[in-house]
């Protein structure tokens, strides 16, 4: 009979609800008759012959038992003799003895390996496990298709589905988080694994209580994740490039080569006519641009110098007329709405205050590089990136246009967000004569995702992105 020490992976619930037909229930560490067997003094009972391991009779059981008890109870054998079994040889346990057992215990450990499918031998397979122990990591192990698909599954729970974009559909899984997150350079088919779909390989890890699964009408979608399973806990990613890790590098190193080919949006403010009276004399705000934080110390100065503070009450401003005629005045619109002047008010909060003046700064943007001159300052807000989620004929869509205001080449997008989010793109002209501009159309609902893509490669800030879904917008502009 076989025997061995080892560690069960997995439990016993597993064991019922799956069966043992099918994957790895143990890790052997030390199997008898291998090399640290040889190196043992002591042998246990009659039992353990020379190659196997045959079962007791009652008798000699009852006496292994009655020796073992025997042992136990003699209280007069000293600390050092029990912790030092006696050797099959006769003859004291001198120094020269030691150093025997050292080299027997040096040369028995030098030809053994451990591996999931038990105990080896090979010095020279050991040797090389040892030079690479400290760097087990970055050793680039190759993968069966089973291990290479399971490495991918937890690869992608790790690094790439987050908790608050669950449930989600197990194809948007599958594409966008799973293959991306395989290992670079390494090409994954389902169809040569054990599970031939990836609908059941999802179904055994639902099994083993890694991931929660809903089927609703044969729609299998990811429910959450247990991210306390032991299987997740043990994972270690290591320094093991995924495919998304390269092309990300690859992206950003061409970002960096040509960071002077991507426009940069600034913004600044100018003094809008009702606050122009503000500006210190001499001060021509015709050509000066200021930061939100120099227009308000402009505001804060006048409160000083004006006295305005509130003398009990910290967070609130004493008004003045030149105060309430500029910031609580009704513009020409709110006229023409019909709203009704306030009354004179005699003081108001800090915050209010310095709300209404920041109202009355006129933004203006401007935009670096891009392949171009630096343009003018213009009134407004930078142009956006606009990405549109829609829907066509059941399928979906994300549309994005404005590219070339920041120099991105609309095929060199289409084509890295082809690779990165594992999807259809195409490049088509936008609609009308003088319309000089590109669309790029990629499969499936990606804007937060291409967002985030735009910001990090291209290095286009998120306010400069503007994301919308079915014509309606999603929030406010990033």
């Not at 004006?306 to 005045?329: F, M, Q, R």
Request: charged residues 30%; contains cysteine.
């Amino acid at each position: 009979m076989p025997i061995g020490v080892g560690d069960t992976r997995v439990d016993a619930q597993h064991i019922q609800d799956v069966g043992t037909e099918q994957g790895i229930g143990v890790t052997m560490h030390h199997v008898y008759t291998d090399a640290l067997w040889s190196l043992a003094s002591l042998i246990p009972n009659e039992g353990f012959q020379k190659g196997c391991v045959l079962p007791l009779t009652e008798e000699e059981s009852d006496e292994s038992s009655e020796e073992s008890s025997a042992e136990e109870d003699d209280e007069g054998v000293e600390e050092d003799v029990k912790a030092e079994p006696a050797r099959k040889e006769d003859g004291p346990y001198t120094e020269e003895v030691a150093e025997v057992m050292a080299e027997e215990l040096a040369d028995g450990i030098e030809g053994m390996e451990v591996s999931n499918q038990g105990m080896s031998s090979t010095h020279e397979e050991a040797e090389e496990g040892s030079e690479g122990a400290e760097s087990e990591d970055d050793e680039e192990v190759e993968l069966n298709p089973d291990e290479l698909l399971e490495f991918s599954f937890m690869m992608a729970l790790k690094k790439s589905v987050k908790d608050n974009k669950l449930p989600m559909l197990v194809s948007e899984f599958y594409a966008s988080h799973l293959l991306p997150c395989r290992p670079a350079g390494s090409t994954l088919d389902i169809k040569k694994t054990s599970h031939k779909k990836i609908g059941k390989f999802l179904q055994a890890m639902g099994a083993d209580r890694r991931i929660r699964l809903q089927d609703e009408k044969g729609t299998l979608s990811l429910l959450a994740i247990n991210r306390k399973h032991d299987a997740y806990v043990s994972f270690r990613t290591g320094t093991r490039k995924t495919e998304r890790d390269l092309l990300r590098a690859e992206a950003a190193e061409d970002a960096a080569g040509e960071a002077s080919l991507v426009a940069k949006a600034h913004t600044a403010f100018r003094f809008g006519s009702a606050i122009k009276s503000f500006l210190p004399e001499g001060r021509d705000d015709s050509e000066t641009m200021w930061s939100v934080g120099e227009a308000r110390e402009i505001l804060k100065q006048y409160i000083e110098e004006e006295g305005l503070n509130h003398p009990t009450s910290p967070g609130l401003i004493v008004l003045d007329a030149k105060l309430c005629d500029c910031l609580y005045a009704l513009s020409k619109k709110e006229m023409k709405a019909g709203m009704e002047q306030e009354a004179f008010l005699t003081q108001d909060s800090k915050k209010n205050i310095f709300h209404r003046w920041d109202k009355q700064l006129e933004l203006y943007h401007r935009l670096e590089g891009g392949g171009k001159k630096s343009t003018a300052w213009r009134k407004g807000p930078p142009p956006p990136v606009n990405i549109t989620e829609v829907k066509v004929k059941g399928h979906n869509i994300t549309n994005v246009v404005g590219l070339e205001t920041y120099g991105i080449v609309p095929e060199d997008l289409a084509s890295a967000a082809k690779q990165a989010f594992a999807c259809t793109s195409n490049v088509t002209n936008l609609p009308g004569k003088n319309s000089a501009g590109k669309e790029v159309q990629l499969q499936g609902h990606l804007g937060a995702r291409l967002l985030e893509h735009l910001h990090e490669v291209y290095g286009v800030e998120r306010r400069c992105i503007a994301v919308k879904a079915q014509g309606k917008s999603k929030g406010k502009k990033h």
